[in-house]
Every structure is written in C-alpha cells, then in structure tokens.
C-alpha cells in the first residue's frame, strides 16, 4: 500500500476513493480499522471513521489506531480527510486529530485544503466559499450538528488546536510547486491553510507536498496523488473494474443539507414511493425500522425512506429532545432498516448522509469497500459484496436526480 488514508465519515471516504480510483489507482475502502492486512494489490487504503462528531479524545484514538494499521501495511504518505465545508466544531474534531497524527508522525509541515473545486468548494485567503457564498451564508451555517459559522479556516482551525496557523495564499500557488514549497519553509507554523480555486491548483498542491509524509484536506487534495506515486514508478494506473448488479434498490436518506433536500424533493415530484421519518415518532416508538423496510419492500420502483428535513424542523426537534439523542435514534433507526432491506433481498442500496451512511456500513457489519466508477463528482459506486452494491452520497453532492441515476449506474 502507498497512500494510507483515514477518512473522517463514511461518504467523504468514498469521496476521497472516487478522486484516487479515477486518477488510476487501487482503492479499497475499510469500514473502521481492520483486523487483518490489507490484500497486497491496494495501492491506496481508506480507513472510514465515523469520528467527526464524536467525542474529540474518541476521534483522536480511533484515528491514531487507523495510522498504526495503515503504517504497518508499508504507506509512504498519509492524508487525513475530512469534509470540503470543514465540517467541525470550535473544539474539534479536524485539528486535534491532525495534531495527533502529525505528532505520531513527526510531521513538521502539514497542509489543510479542504477545496474541491468541481462541487463549488475553494478557498481564497484562507476563507472557504461554497459556490459565491462564504462557507457562513451556504446553508452550511445550519447544519445539525456542526454548524459553520465562520468562513476563515485559519481562525476556526486556530480555535482548535493550541498553536497558530499558517497561510500559502492563491497568489503563490499560481507561481507553482516549487513557490508552494519555498512559501511552506518560509512559514511559523506547522499547520498551514492552503488556497486553491481550480483543480490545476490542487495538482499544484499535490506535487508541492510529494514528500510530505502527512496531508490533511478535502477529496480535491489527492488529485495530484496519483501522478506522483506514478512519476516515482511506483503505480500504474488503471482505472476502476465494475460489475454492474440486478435486483431490488431502496434509498434510506438522514441527510438534511439542501441537495439532498432537493434531491428528496425531485422523488416525491416524480411521483416514486417515499416513506417519511418523522423522529418524534421514532422516539414514541410510533414507527419502527421494521414498519420503514416492509413498507419499502412492498413498493414497486425505488423507494425511498426520508428523515430529511428543513433546518427549522431540525431545530424544533433538537430543541425539545437534544440533537445527540435525535442523532442516535436516527442512527439506529437507518441501521436497522439497512440490515432488514438487505436481509429482504434489496442488492443495491443508496444511503444520503455522512452520519446516516457510516450508521448503514456500520450496522450492516461492511468491512470492505470496492471503490468503483464515478456516479456525480464526489460519488462513487462501490462494491460490497458479491450480491450487495452501495452509493453513499455526501449530504451536499449529487444533481437533483441523483437516486434514480445511482440505482441505474449500480445496475449498468
Ligand atoms: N428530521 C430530523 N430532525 C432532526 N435531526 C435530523 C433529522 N433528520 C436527520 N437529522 C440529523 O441530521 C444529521 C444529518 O447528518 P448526515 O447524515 O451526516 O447528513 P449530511 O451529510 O447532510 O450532513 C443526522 O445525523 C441526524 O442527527
Ligand atoms: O468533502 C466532502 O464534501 C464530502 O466528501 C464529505 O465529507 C461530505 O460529508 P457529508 O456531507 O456529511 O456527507
């Protein structure tokens, strides 16, 4: 294995595969930090955490576990991804685990570069902008549970961790690798925020931090990835191997961001079956995850179990019982719905959500993900098993149609 990866949820790891298996390597993607080694044909691991919103000392082990494996699988390079709106709290958890790793790692500087210019995210002095909005104004402001409220990642990193942060502006990395690398001596810090605007930028990037032993950003960080480990005769690309898979399809979607919203919302137009969550229900035991999958198995076409919702539902909710038990009871809740869906018969299965996604691998006890084609930038089909296909699609990414295009793309 070169690249040894540790993904901060489930749908950003497949992200960060979908972006390394088109440029040409072996992507394999574990469900949480295996017990065996990896098979000796991977040439870029994905350990697939569910630590962005746990406990920060929780994230930090869990991770920490995840780098011993992937060392010992022979990586030369580790990144560290989490989500292209920096999706964490002032206390964590992306800078207390990025510390940590550079810590076990003796990393003296490491990038953060959560752009990915291809689904609207880049980052120009140190602020991130989704689309023309500051991160602040995107909607990602409301989000459940970790709001971002402030658009200069220099100042929300420098909340989390006890030590200043750096910045290589645009202007530099237009100069290229060599000015990237010049300006990364140049710096204080260790920890320094990147800008980059197009994906040339992040090639850039990538070239600049070929022999840093650990980077840290969104999916759009990799890019460059490949291209080194080739231009060292260290992988020769090739491109994802796909197997399409027949039988039933269902979507199970926690997601409340707004393209999944729309997403949800371009289902219900079309007239397909969907089920709505209502977690107050859930917690009366109203509904029951047994209720959610024997009405989903008895649709015809794709059905679709939802507890997305806008942010004024969400926060009436949380407001009255407390977002963690909300969250947990959702969890459970789509978890045991997967496990039923598939013991039902369904074979193919699209989840929407980070939360909600790493709840479905985890309760369906996944340990090995096979990263597969591009279905929409940032969302990769991927094989389970032998009778078992999944699409897990980040709460933001995906076109409107994304359901139905995912459930035909894990067919064809
Ligand atoms: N109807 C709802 N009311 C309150 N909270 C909800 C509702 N539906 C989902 N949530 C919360 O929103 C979170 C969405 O997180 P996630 O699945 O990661 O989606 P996204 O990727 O869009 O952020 C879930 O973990 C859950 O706690
Ligand atoms: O980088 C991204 O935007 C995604 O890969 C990602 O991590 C999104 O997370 P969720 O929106 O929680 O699915």
């Given at each position: 294995?070169?690249?040894?990866?540790?993904?901060?949820?489930?749908?950003?790891?497949?992200?960060?595969?979908?972006?390394?298996?088109?440029?040409?390597?072996?992507?394999?993607?574990?469900?949480?930090?295996?017990?065996?080694?990896?098979?000796?044909?991977?040439?870029?691991?994905?350990?697939?955490?569910?630590?962005?919103?746990?406990?920060?000392?929780?994230?930090?082990?869990?991770?920490?576990?995840?780098?011993?494996?992937?060392?010992?699988?022979?990586?030369?390079?580790?990144?560290?991804?989490?989500?292209?709106?920096?999706?964490?709290?002032?206390?964590?958890?992306?800078?207390?685990?990025?510390?940590?790793?550079?810590?076990?790692?003796?990393?003296?500087?490491?990038?953060?570069?959560?752009?990915?210019?291809?689904?609207?995210?880049?980052?120009?002095?140190?602020?991130?902008?989704?689309?023309?909005?500051?991160?602040?104004?995107?909607?990602?402001?409301?989000?459940?549970?970790?709001?971002?409220?402030?658009?200069?990642?220099?100042?929300?990193?420098?909340?989390?961790?006890?030590?200043?942060?750096?910045?290589?502006?645009?202007?530099?990395?237009?100069?290229?690798?060599?000015?990237?690398?010049?300006?990364?001596?140049?710096?204080?810090?260790?920890?320094?925020?990147?800008?980059?605007?197009?994906?040339?930028?992040?090639?850039?990037?990538?070239?600049?931090?070929?022999?840093?032993?650990?980077?840290?950003?969104?999916?759009?960080?990799?890019?460059?990835?490949?291209?080194?480990?080739?231009?060292?005769?260290?992988?020769?690309?090739?491109?994802?191997?796909?197997?399409?898979?027949?039988?039933?399809?269902?979507?199970?979607?926690?997601?409340?961001?707004?393209?999944?919203?729309?997403?949800?919302?371009?289902?219900?137009?079309?007239?397909?079956?969907?089920?709505?969550?209502?977690?107050?229900?859930?917690?009366?035991?109203?509904?029951t995850a047994r209720?959610a999958a024997?009405?989903?198995?008895?649709?015809?076409?794709?059905?679709?179990?939802?507890?997305?919702?806008?942010?004024?539902?969400?926060?009436?909710?949380?407001?009255?019982?407390?977002?963690?038990?909300?969250?947990?009871?959702?969890d459970a809740f789509f978890a045991e719905c997967a496990r039923l869906l598939?013991a039902?018969?369904?074979?193919?299965?699209?989840?929407?959500?980070?939360?909600?996604?790493?709840a479905v691998?985890?309760g369906l006890?996944?340990?090995?993900?096979?990263?597969?084609?591009?279905?929409?930038?940032?969302?990769?089909?991927?094989?389970?098993?032998?009778?078992?296909?999944?699409?897990?699609?980040?709460?933001?990414?995906?076109?409107?149609?994304?359901?139905?295009?995912?459930?035909?793309?894990?067919?064809?």
């Amino acid at each position: 294995m070169l690249l040894g990866c540790i993904g901060d949820d489930f749908t950003g790891s497949s992200d960060l595969g979908n972006t390394l298996a088109k440029a040409g390597m072996r992507v394999v993607q574990y469900s949480g930090t295996p017990a065996r080694p990896a098979a000796p044909d991977v040439e870029a691991g994905i350990v697939a955490l569910k630590s962005r919103t746990m406990p920060v000392a929780d994230a930090v082990r869990l991770s920490l576990e995840a780098l011993d494996w992937l060392r010992a699988q022979g990586c030369r390079q580790f990144l560290f991804k989490y989500c292209s709106t920096f999706d964490s709290t002032p206390q964590g958890n992306i800078g207390p685990v990025a510390a940590a790793l550079a810590n076990a790692l003796n990393a003296n500087r490491v990038i953060f570069c959560p752009a990915f210019p291809a689904a609207g995210r880049t980052i120009y002095q140190g602020h991130l902008f989704v689309g023309d909005c500051l991160l602040s104004e995107s909607g990602m402001e409301n989000h459940p549970l970790t709001p971002m409220t402030d658009p200069d990642l220099r100042r929300w990193l420098g909340q989390q961790v006890d030590e200043g942060v750096g910045h290589v502006p645009a202007a530099t990395v237009l100069h290229g690798p060599d000015a990237v690398r010049a300006a990364l001596r140049a710096q204080d810090h260790r920890f320094v925020v990147a800008d980059a605007i197009r994906d040339e930028d992040l090639l850039v990037l990538g070239q600049a931090v070929s022999n840093e032993v650990l980077l840290t950003g969104g999916s759009g960080i990799a890019l460059g990835l490949p291209g080194n480990f080739r231009a060292q005769g260290l992988s020769s690309a090739h491109g994802p191997q796909w197997r399409g898979q027949a039988g039933p399809a269902a979507v199970l979607s926690g997601s409340c961001s707004r393209a999944t919203r729309g997403q949800v919302e371009r289902h219900i137009a079309e007239g397909s079956p969907a089920l709505e969550i209502d977690p107050r229900a859930l917690l009366r035991d109203d509904m029951t995850a047994r209720d959610a999958a024997a009405w989903a198995l008895s649709q015809t076409g794709l059905p679709l179990v939802y507890s997305s919702a806008d942010p004024d539902a969400v926060r009436a909710v949380q407001d009255h019982h407390g977002s963690q038990i909300v969250a947990a009871r959702l969890d459970a809740f789509f978890a045991e719905c997967a496990r039923l869906l598939v013991a039902g018969g369904v074979t193919r299965l699209i989840t929407a959500g980070g939360e909600t996604s790493g709840a479905v691998v985890e309760g369906l006890s996944v340990d090995t993900l096979e990263i597969g084609p591009e279905i929409d930038p940032g969302v990769p089909a991927i094989r389970v098993r032998d009778n078992l296909v999944m699409a897990l699609k980040s709460g933001n990414f995906g076109a409107e149609d994304f359901f139905a295009k995912a459930a035909a793309r894990l067919e064809g």
